[in-house]
T-cell receptor, first 108, second 117 residues
Framework: EIVMTQSPATLSVSPGDTATLSCRAS??????LAWYQQKPGQAPRLLIY???TRATGIPARFSGSGSGADFTLTISSLQSEDFAVYYC??????????FGQGTKVEIK | QVQLVQSGAEVKKPGASVKVSCKAS????????MHWVRQAPGQGLEWMGR????????DFAQRFQGRVTMTTNTSIGTAYMELNTLTSDDTAVYYC??????????WGQGTLITVSS
C-alpha cells in the first residue's frame, strides 16, 4: 500500500509571495498524482492531475511538478482565496486511493 | 454543469446504520466511477471505496470491508453509500466524488454524519 507524506504540515506565506508544497510517495507513482484544494466548510476541488496538468478553470499561478516519488505544488503570487488546505493523492496503485495528510497554507 | 448533490445531515446512535445518497447531473452517470471519501472533524481525507455504475462492482478500503455497501441506481443517476454498526469514530463528513482515470474530478457538497448516544 502506497503512503503519501506531505510537508510541511503548515506553511505561513504572505500574500503575493510564492508557496511551495511537497508530497512524497512511499514508492514510485509515476505521474499518477493529483492535488486538491479544500477551503473550510467546502468539498475538495481538483487543481492538478497527471502531476502537472491543471484542471479546467484552475489559474495558471498553480503549477505542479515531479514524477516518481517526489512532487511539488507551487502557488505563485498568492491571492487571499488561495489560503486553504492542500492534499496530494496518488492513483498509480490502487486500491486504496491514498491521500496525503494535507498542508495548510496560512497567512503570514 | 456537472453536479453531485448529496442527502442531508443525519444524527445516528451507536450501532445504527446510515445511508447517504448522491444524485448526479450534467454528465453521463455511467461514465464515471463513484467514489466515497470521508473526513473526520479537523482531519484529512480518507478513501472508503468505489462503485462501478455500469456493473455494480465495488472496491473497499480494508478497514470498511464487511461494514459498507455501495450501490447505484442508473435509472435515476444516484449512488448510495450505507455504513453499518456506527461508532463515534464514524462521525465525519462523507463525500461522493466522480472519478474517470484516477483523479477525483468532481465532488458532492458533503454529508455530515454525527454518531452520538
Amino acid at each position: 500500500e502506497i503512503v503519501m507524506t506531505q510537508s510541511p504540515a503548515t506553511l505561513s506565506v504572505s500574500p503575493g509571495d510564492t508557496a511551495t508544497l511537497s508530497c512524497r510517495a512511499s514508492q514510485s507513482v509515476s505521474s499518477a498524482l493529483a492535488w486538491y484544494q479544500q477551503k473550510p466548510g467546502q468539498a475538495p476541488r481538483l487543481l492538478i492531475y497527471g502531476a502537472s496538468t491543471r484542471a479546467t478553470g484552475i489559474p495558471a499561478r498553480f503549477s505542479g511538478s515531479g514524477s516518481g516519488a517526489d512532487f511539488t505544488l507551487t502557488i505563485s503570487s498568492l491571492q487571499s482565496e488561495d489560503f486553504a488546505v492542500y492534499y496530494c493523492q496518488q492513483y498509480h496503485d490502487w486500491p486504496p486511493w491514498a491521500f496525503g495528510q494535507g498542508t495548510k497554507v496560512e497567512i503570514k | 454543469q456537472v453536479q453531485l448533490v448529496q442527502s442531508g445531515a443525519e444524527v445516528k446512535k451507536p450501532g445504527a446504520s446510515v445511508k447517504v445518497s448522491c444524485k448526479a447531473s450534467g454528465y453521463t452517470f455511467t461514465a464515471y466511477f463513484m467514489h466515497w471519501v470521508r473526513q473526520a472533524p479537523g482531519q484529512g481525507l480518507e478513501w472508503m471505496g468505489r462503485v462501478n455504475p455500469n456493473s455494480g462492482a465495488t472496491d473497499f478500503a480494508q478497514r470498511f470491508q464487511g461494514r459498507v455497501t455501495m450501490t447505484t441506481n442508473t435509472s435515476i443517476g444516484t449512488a448510495y453509500m450505507e455504513l453499518n454498526t456506527l461508532t463515534s469514530d464514524d462521525t465525519a463528513v462523507y463525500y461522493c466524488a466522480g472519478v474517470l482515470w484516477g483523479s477525483f474530478d468532481f465532488w458532492g457538497q458533503g454529508t455530515l454524519i454525527t454518531v452520538s448516544s
